[in-house]
């Protein structure tokens, strides 16, 4: 499984960022998704995530700001940012659970984005 984020950047707070993250594999079934993030000197944390059913959850601290979404004709995950504020800066990371026949079920991690909000 392959997974590629794309569309960090830097931006002023009260701006908006859309993350993509395509993913690939052959053979293999995509279920539940989601972002997390790790600022410096702190832990990674779960921001969004999207199960197969299109269910949503959200960190209390982006609930209203952030909408996760995923288009499985394209098999890409999105993150629409909205309202940033500085302490949104982080590296984005996006992470797929997969299950294929001889591998089992675990989970895959793209490369990481960075987002920078400046006040």
């Known amino acids: 499984v392959q997974l590629q984020a794309s569309g960090g950047g830097l931006v002023q707070a009260g701006g908006s960022l859309r993350l993509s993250c395509g993913f690939s594999g052959s053979g293999f079934s995509f279920n539940d998704m989601g972002w997390h993030r790790q600022a410096p000197g702190h832990q990674r944390e779960l921001v969004a995530g999207i199960n197969s059913g299109g269910s949503t959850s959200y960190a209390d601290s982006v609930k209203g700001r952030f909408t996760v979404s995923r288009d499985g004709a394209k098999n890409t995950l999105y993150l629409q940012m909205n309202s940033l504020k500085p302490e949104d800066t982080a590296v984005y990371y996006c992470?797929?659970?997969?299950?294929?026949?001889?591998?089992?079920?675990?989970?895959?991690w793209g490369q990481g984005t960075l987002v920078t909000v400046s006040s």
């Open positions: 992470q797929v659970r997969a299950s294929g026949r001889y591998y089992g079920t675990r989970d895959y």
